[in-house]
């Protein structure tokens, strides 16, 4: 497995002993982390203080969404709470007073950022300046003239990625290879992108006709989106049956199995597109090996091996790139990333090696909108944002205490946490962790749980709780976040 995030042994904060392994106090107000692993588990959030049904239908709030919900097309199921603001980890939903004291709008802690959108948290001040500057100037001009900014984005990613590693540079040797970037609007269309590349790249560099080498092949547990192409890619029958027939020529293997590789990724192989950490999959890590195999075998078919670094990318797991410390020989040809890279303003990309760029001719892909230089400068600031050396020494505090407590809120549950060599919890890298449930229905229950006691997390796979706050979480929101979960499972042994 690849390194997780760095674990330290330090032991947790603690000022007392005082939490009781007792489930009998229902204290309402949440009170600081108290517990240890000696202690046993915080019991200060047994309470639901945030019910999801936080609005009656007659209330100001219920009203409001009853109309949303008569002309809005039900794709999510979601909690009668109307998200108004955020600040850094700090959400606001706007609920029915009756059902808070009198309050109209109650606080959560966001540990889901957004789907692992919003790095440097909500409502980040100098990222509304910019916003509001270039509203001001320029927004939109289409991508058939310059603009300010994409460039500008483009430019800082190349030099960030030849300081940090990527694409076949290690990091600190000094190569400067020629990058080049295509900017999107979202993580399904960066991999659309990506794949056509592919196919061109196939067809250019192996002289073949036009789909005698389109192969593409991803594997089990991928997600790499919604539309048809990347969605064929995304070998879920929950997402893919009711669309077929899905584009063709797409062949799925088994995630970190080197069995079949040979077979599965062929002379006919025009991409591979893999997860280094697969992030709805479940939060499992690449083996290093594998993608060392999978780099070998393309190498030696002809064939791009594309790294979907939506999730994982962008300093998630601790390095610019998933893959900037790992040896070039288990570097891709082109990655994609999306979500955070203008922390929550739509964008996507596409990263490639000179030998893909090379392939692409004017004419053979476009968009209306990405490059625009609104999201283009608002993402130039982002990326030098993450790449500051403080973020990333904080980031990487905050990680390691994270997997200190969730290992010891492992150890106090171990009748409900999965624990084995194929399923370690926690597991994930930098600040993409999860952790699996014996109980597969308990993963969308803690999730429910917890936002029910002001946390917000995530389910992944199929049994899997998953923890992607931002960048810029403290070792206090950690243990908050923690405490709660802690709460939570207690609350799951009880109803057990
Ligand atoms: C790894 C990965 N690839 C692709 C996507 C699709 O991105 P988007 O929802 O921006 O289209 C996601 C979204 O969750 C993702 O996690």
């Not at 997780?4 to 107000?29: D, F, H, N």
């Amino acid at each position: 497995m690849l390194a997780a995030a760095t674990r330290t042994s330090a032991s947790v904060a603690s000022t007392s002993a005082s939490a009781s392994k007792s489930l009998a106090p229902l204290i309402s107000r949440p009170r600081r982390y108290l517990a240890t692993a000696a202690s046993g588990p915080c019991s200060s959030y047994l309470s639901v203080t945030h019910p999801d049904s936080s609005a009656s239908p007659d209330s100001e709030v219920g009203k409001t969404l009853a109309r949303f919900d008569a002309s809005t097309l039900a794709t999510y199921a979601r909690p009668t709470v109307l998200l108004t603001r955020g600040k850094g980890l700090d959400l606001w939903g706007k609920v029915d007073p009756a059902k808070n004291e009198g309050q109209g709008e109650w606080k959560y802690l966001d540990f889901s950022s957004g789907i692992a959108v919003n790095s440097l948290g909500h409502a980040d001040s100098q990222i509304a300046q910019i916003a509001r500057e270039q509203a001001d100037r320029l927004v939109h001009s289409s991508n058939l003239y310059h603009n300010e900014w994409s460039g500008e984005l483009a430019d800082r990613m190349v030099k960030l990625t030849q300081e940090h590693g990527g694409l076949g540079m290690a990091k600190g040797a000094g190569a400067k290879d020629e990058l080049k970037v295509f900017l999107a609007n979202s993580g399904t269309e960066a991999n659309e992108a990506a794949l056509k590349f592919a196919r061109k790249h196939a067809m250019i560099s192996a002289n073949k006709a036009p789909g005698e080498k389109a192969g593409l092949v991803s594997f089990t547990n991928a997600f790499h989106g919604r539309t048809m192409g990347a969605l064929a890619m995304t070998p879920n029958p929950k997402y893919q049956a009711p669309f077929a027939p899905l584009i063709g020529d797409v062949h799925s293997g088994q995630y970190n199995s080197f069995d079949g590789l040979n077979d599965l990724v062929n002379e006919k192989t025009a991409g591979v597109i893999v997860e280094p950490v697969q992030g709805e999959g479940g939060i499992f890590p690449a083996s290093l090996e594998w993608l060392q195999a999978l780099r070998k075998r393309c190498n030696e078919v002809g064939a791009l091996l594309i790294y979907d670094e939506i999730q994982c990318g962008l300093f998630r797991s601790g390095t610019l790139w998933c893959h900037s410390e790992f040896p070039v020989d288990a570097h891709p040809d082109l990655i994609t990333m999306a979500k955070p890279l203008a922390n929550g303003f739509p964008i996507g990309a596409v990263l490639m090696n000179k030998k893909v760029a090379d392939a692409i001719t004017v004419g053979d892909h476009g968009t209306t909108f990405g490059g625009g230089p609104l999201a283009s400068r608002i993402a130039h600031h982002v990326l030098g944002r993450l790449s500051d050396p403080q973020l990333k020494e904080s980031m990487t505090a905050s990680s390691a205490h994270l997997f200190t407590r969730l290992e010891t809120l492992r150890d106090h549950f171990p009748d409900l946490v999965v624990h084995t060599p194929e399923k370690p919890s926690p597991r994930g890298k930098g600040l993409l962790v999860g952790l699996s449930m014996r109980e597969p229905s308990h993963a969308g229950k803690v999730v429910k749980l917890a936002r029910e006691r002001g946390l917000i997390v995530l389910s992944a796979g199929s049994d899997a709780v998953r923890i992607v706050p931002s960048l810029i979480v403290t070792k206090e929101q950690v243990d908050q976040a923690v405490d709660i979960l802690e709460s939570c499972m207690l609350v799951l042994q009880r109803e057990a």
